[in-house]
């Protein structure tokens, strides 16, 4: 996501090196967001705002990633924007630089580890927030808001291959759940049934799944993409 690389440390989190070289998923859309914008300004028909936030959703707690405070933050439901985050910090970005800017000290925040198949294991979900304002400069003043959410999802762990004990155990199996909550959702949705008579989604099982419901929805579209690792094609021949 982030094209970072990441250094291992014995006994301590794996240190993170950035180089602005190297760019991921989220630097590419982010300077493709403002391009897109700069030829809109031209126009001078509208005005538009760009915001960002950043979440991570660890053993079923979440945390603001640009708040050092590091508060465990609440869910809370309204009609409007259906589950959001209270008190969530939110940063006005007016370039893509800025914003590039507020993402890498954001995934500093993140609760990393080491384990024996990955130096830089991930042991939290991570959800970056684009918000793009834009206010049309006409007699009905109207605003069209539109979202995107880039998210980094923690793998799903086997114990027996990752040797995890203790912290990080109770880490892997909080992952898992959380994962194995997503996959019913999608499963739902994508049942015949559910588009015959609405079934019931357990959009609730989760905060990873109470957070991306808006994300399967109404006018929205959602891409997933799959890092396939070595080990993922080895540990699956075994297995």
Known sequence: MEG???????????????????????????????????????????????????????????????????????????????????????????????????????????????????????????????????????????????RLQLVDLAGSEKTSQTGNEGKHFKESVDINKSLLALRKVILTLSDNKYREDKTFVPYRDSKLTSLLKHCFGGNSFCLMVRLHEMVDSVCGAVG
């Open 4 to 146: 970072y690389e990441y250094q291992a440390r014995e006994g301590k989190m794996p240190k993170l090196v950035i180089k602005s070289e190297n760019y991921g998923l989220v630097q590419s859309s982010l300077i493709e967001i403002y391009k897109q914008l700069e030829q809109k300004r031209k126009d001078k028909l509208s005005q538009t705002s760009v915001s960002c936030s950043m979440l991570q959703i660890y053993s079923e707690k979440i945390y603001d990633l640009l708040n050092k405070q590091n508060k465990e933050l609440r869910i809370r439901w309204n009609r409007q924007e259906q589950f959001c985050v209270e008190n969530l910090y939110s940063v006005d970005c007016k370039s893509a630089k800025e914003a590039i800017e507020v993402y890498n000290s954001g995934i500093g925040n993140r609760v990393m580890a080491t384990h024996k198949l990955n130096i830089s294991s991930s042991r939290s979900h991570t959800i970056f927030t684009v918000t793009v304002r834009t206010e049309c400069m006409n007699q009905y003043n109207n605003i069209i808001m539109g």
